[in-house]
């Protein structure tokens, strides 16, 4: 069997595999992906971006890609509409993007990063030592090769092979409820957007094509154990039972049926091993959230490891990719629980709704629900929280710099952190440039002043991780060489 070697090797080239790739190689990583499919699916996904994914996209120079793109204002807490639009982003609102789209955005993004992407190629056992992982990865035509890494992250989605073979712990709730789910061409039905009715929940959309995208749940029926997906009798024998309508006499272009499961592996990382996105937590997706936690979890990821196998990471970094995301993605978790059981629990959650209809008449509620939605809420722990902006993101600015007209997404392109200091500067401070001098290949530092009337850096001087998330603000020098030392390893000599 051949043997080559990598400093990560990714398995999956699903849109968070895809995402982690092009980050490590921002790092400087060597990666190999290996993908299982042949050719990138065509299969109907995921369809929003939500705000704090279109920053980063911004961060990483990939919002042109989108080209237009529809926007939403309002979004959903379990069925009951929540503004979104106005959270505090640039990119506020629900952004209509096919899955497929992205991946392919990414794709071409990571690999003219310099990722190798090995399609039709599945990994089919893995092993770790003191020193790396040794992975076997079969090809199409069934001759196998071993890969030996530093590091593996599984990237392989819900049924993950990584997960089992590395023997992370994944535990939660079998999924209890179900909703039906098609594509079909033919039908006239009214659109709806959460519609309750006494016998269950429809929601149809006639898209511009003249395909009715349909979805049902009746009222007390357990989720079915399914080898395969629901067939067509299924769904319109469901949704005659709910609506009172027949939509026997349409087409199906495309069925499926997801239900109420949630899982969350108890760790990110088993020692060389790693988990991102569906591969690491399994949830019902609602309100479009799957997609871009995993999307967040590859860029709070890639720059922590590239900087570890290329041996300048400080100690502990890496395990802050657990501690922090899975932080986030129990929040969401619950969150999607909750959703889960405003929208298909029958008649007796109906004063539960109307409980949550009343709260989301209050602003502190839809903020709270919306910027965890959105994601332009999170702020990861920090051991010195006193400044609002430490562990938030870095938000979006307009800012002049001394090469021109520059914003915030745009100075943290190269995948470095970034040094801001806003003119003009306090008089009675070393200039910071000089004090980060001996992080100047891990961190860009800038000079810039704001925009006229951009207040949005409430702060003189901050530093942000290559994810955009704050880790200094307004502290002294001795705080920013320890914030420095903390994230981005010790100084180099000058
Ligand atoms: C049918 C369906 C409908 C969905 N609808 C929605 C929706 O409406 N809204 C929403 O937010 N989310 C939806 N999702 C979820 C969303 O698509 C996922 O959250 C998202 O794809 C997660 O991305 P990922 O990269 O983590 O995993 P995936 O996209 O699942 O990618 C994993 C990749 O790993 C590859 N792989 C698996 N095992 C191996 C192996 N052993 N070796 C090599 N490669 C391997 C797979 O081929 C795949 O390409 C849907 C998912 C499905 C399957």
Known sequence: MSE??????????????????????????????????????????????????????DQRGLIAELGEVARDDTGHFGGIPLPLGVQPSRYAG????PQ????????????????????????????????????VLRDQDGSTARLRARYAVGCDGEKSTVRGLAGFEFVGTAAGRELLRADVAGIDVPNRRFQRLPRGLAIAARRPDGVTRVMVHEFGRPAAARRAEPDFDEVTATWARVTGEDISR?????????????????????????????AAHAQMPVGGQALNLGLQDAVNLGWKLAATVRGRAPAGLLDTYH?????????????????????????????????????????????RLGSGISGVGIRYPMEDAGHPLLGARLPHAELITEAG????????????????????????????????????????AVTARPRPGD?????????????????????????LRGALTRWFGHPLPT
């Open 4 to 57: 080559s070697q990598t400093d990560v090797l990714v398995v999956g080239a699903g849109p968070v595999g895809l995402m982690l790739a092009g980050e490590l190689r921002l790092g400087g990583a060597r990666v190999v992906v290996a993908e299982r499919l042949p050719a990138p699916t065509t299969q109907s996904r995921a369809s929003t971006l939500h705000a704090r994914t279109m920053e980063l996209l």
């Open 100 to 135: 497929t789209r992205i991946e392919e955005i990414l794709g071409v993004w990571a690999t003219g990063l310099g990722a190798e992407v090995r399609r039709g190629c599945e990994l089919t056992a893995l092993d770790q030592d003191g020193a790396a992982v040794t992975a």
């Open 323 to 367: 501690e922090e995301r899975h932080l986030v993605g129990s929040q969401v978790l619950s969150d999607i629980a909750a959703q889960a059981t405003l929208l298909l629990g029958g008649p007796e959650v109906e004063p539960i709704r109307s409980v949550m209809s009343g709260l989301l008449e209050l602003e502190a509620v839809r903020d």
């Open 455 to 479: 207040r949005a850096v409430a702060t003189r001087a901050l530093l942000a991780r290559p994810d955009g998330h704050v880790v200094w603000a307004d502290g002294g020098e001795r705080q």
């Open 250 to 278: 349409g087409t199906p272009v495309w069925i499926n049926s997801f239900g109420d499961a949630s899982h969350q592996v108890t760790r990110y990382r088993r020692g060389r091993v790693l988990l991102a996105g569906d």
């Open 405 to 444: 007209a520059s914003t915030t997404g745009a100075l943290l392109r190269s995948g470095r952190g970034l040094l801001l200091e806003l003119e003009p500067r306090s008089s009675d401070r070393e200039d910071l440039r000089t004090v980060a001098r001996g992080w100047a290949d891990r961190v860009c």
């Open 94 to 97: 629900l952004w209509k993007v």
